[in-house]
């Protein structure tokens, strides 16, 4: 008998049906099973897994269906002889002497493992109080909602659709509810032929940044600002300027005048939250028609702001094509769904459409179209007045809690209620890299700030506490526990 077999952990998030299914074609396909006998009985299998013995009988029908047993008159049910072998091809390969192995290390051009960026732990939903940052609370998305957009993507004409290589295209259906429906509630107005759709704002810059810059390219940085785009940047040898920032954002001057191309985060500054200022936004339009400067708008946070009146897009105020504007789904849809856009010349547009192509052609057609369903069925719009709901009550709950327990280390007079994540100072002489470690044994996840900066020196005291994630009735005992943590540094 082969019971023997059979022992499956269950994952209590799949259904067992799946699961038995995945561990028997396993099996199967690893030629553990013999030919010559039988499978257990459906009765005697449910026994031992402690499952019911319909769910079995309907593993084994399918599993007929694809051909992977057979079922004999009085004798139960076989492996076919299909399997008979495991997919693997045996080379009988023996171990090579080390000194032919490759040495990798002298072949790189780049090596951006060592390059310092951001950690954030895989598990950190197991973190009781998991103030991270760019994660969302997953419960609150509208599940239900996105597998009907599924389930209509894959039946009737759509289905017919999604399945063929668009080669250097986009989902037209997608293309017109940007252009439509999102863009104009920033202001901006454009044209298809304008628009491209990327896996996310981090694509988005490194197609630009294979694109426009070189070492001879200079581009200028909030600092703080955006570690992954610094990386990106200088990735591809760009001569870095650090431009630094306050309450009003970047600082506009003379010294982005020597500047090719600024990157900016206006709607909500990348890492302090600060709102770019209408003074300040239309400096810098004036100063990119007077210096040949391209702007680099990342508005990433826009959708989710609850502001009555936000201020619009630097992109809307554009009239000579300088801004190149960048937008993201992550922060208001899911940010596992990995679908950005860009707005820019049509020129620009065409040339970055080439160059994706030559990366890998275009984001996958499914989930854009399901997107576009999600957007054109209205679940977006529902989702979105929910989670601004929703980000409101926890930032009010954050400065609160933040003013109860760690008043002395605001940066900020007002928050700025786009943001998702509040930065804070404590006393210079803490280092809130170690905070985070001692917080982290507290099952309290937070952020160091110095990774932030562009500097070889950078503070050590700043850090970020980010909302979306955390649940808000834990923010209040999260902010509580680690000014207990603080107390010990």
Known sequence: MLEQYFHIEFDPERTLQDQIREYLVNLILSARLPLDEPLPSSRNLAKKLGVSRNTIVLIYDSLVDNGYIEARARKGFFVTKNFRAPETISTNLTTNDEGALPNWGTRFNKTPSNQPNIVKPNDWQQFEFPFIYGQIQREFFPLEQWRDTVRKSMTGRWNKYWINDMVDSDDPILIEQIRTRLLPRRGIYAEPSEIIITIGTQNSLYLLANLLCSSRTKVGMENPGFRDALNIFSAFDSNIHKQPVDNEGIIVDERLHSCDYLYVTPSTQVPTGAELSE????????????????????????????????????????????????????????????????????????????????????????????????????????????????????????????????????????????????????????????????????????????????????????????????????IEPGIAALKKVFDHF
Request: aromatic fraction near 8%; glycine fraction near 4%; hydrophobic fraction near 40%.
């Open 279 to 474: 003074s300040r936004r239309q400096a810098l339009l004036d100063i990119s028609v007077k210096e040949d400067l391209i702007l680099i708008e990342d508005d990433y946070d826009a959708e989710i702001n609850v502001k009555e009146t936000p201020l619009p897009a630097l992109k809307a105020l554009d009239k000579n094509n300088r801004v190149i504007y960048l937008g993201s789904m992550s922060k208001s849809t899911s940010p596992g769904l990995r679908v950005g856009y860009m707005v820019a010349d049509e020129e620009l547009i065409g040339e970055i459409r080439a160059l994706r192509r030559l990366m890998y052609r275009h984001p996958p057609v499914n989930v854009q179209r399901q997107l576009a369903l999600f957007l054109s069925l209205g679940y977006y719009d529902t989702y979105l007045r929910k989670l601004r709901v929703i980000n409101s009550s926890k930032q009010q709950r954050m400065v609160d809690s933040v003013d109860r327990h760690l008043s002395h280390m605001f940066t900020a007079d007002k928050m700025n209620q786009g943001s998702t994540s509040i930065w804070l100072a404590a006393p210079e002489d803490v280092n809130t890299e170690e905070v985070s470690w001692q917080a982290a044994r507290n099952s309290i996840l937070m952020e160091s700030g110095a990774i932030h900066f562009i500097s070889d020196d950078p503070p050590k005291n700043f850090f970020r506490l980010g909302f979306s994630a955390i649940e808000t009735h834990k």
